[in-house]
Nanobody, 122 residues
């Protein structure tokens, strides 16, 4: 069973920075893609940034130029560097992993992290 452990959320003033981390662990799996989603109060969960196993990245328009997603393939870890934070970036940030399970030989499996709260004060 693959699990995700997130860290790095917290309270920051507008204009500040935070770095989120998400480490995947488990038996015999291959990463297809990892990403960060967020959910603000009263709003649906939305994609913030994603990165494929090949290293291609994509971002929500609202965070382009401010957020950077990166990965350490050896550690199965993905990071989200968030700069120039705005109050509207506030929300619970969830890590997402899409993977192939070598034991079950199943494609397109998905797992979510428990979420980490990011609060940006004005």
């Amino acid at each position: 069973q693959v699990q995700l452990v997130e860290s790095g959320g917290g309270l920051v003033q507008a204009g500040g920075s935070l770095r989120l981390s998400c480490a995947a662990s488990g038996r015999r799996f291959s990463v297809n893609a990892m990403g960060w989603y967020r959910q603000a109060p009263g709003k649906p969960r939305e994609l913030v940034a994603g990165i494929t196993s090949g290293g291609s990245t994509h971002y929500a328009d609202s965070v382009k130029g401010r957020f950077t997603i990166s990965r350490d393939s050896a550690k199965n870890t993905v990071y989200l560097q968030m700069n120039s934070l705005k109050p509207e970036d506030t929300g619970v940030y969830y890590c997402n992993l899409k993977y192939f399970d070598h034991v079950r030989e199943e494609f397109n499996l998905e797992v979510w992290g428990q979420g980490t709260l990011v609060t940006v004060s004005s």
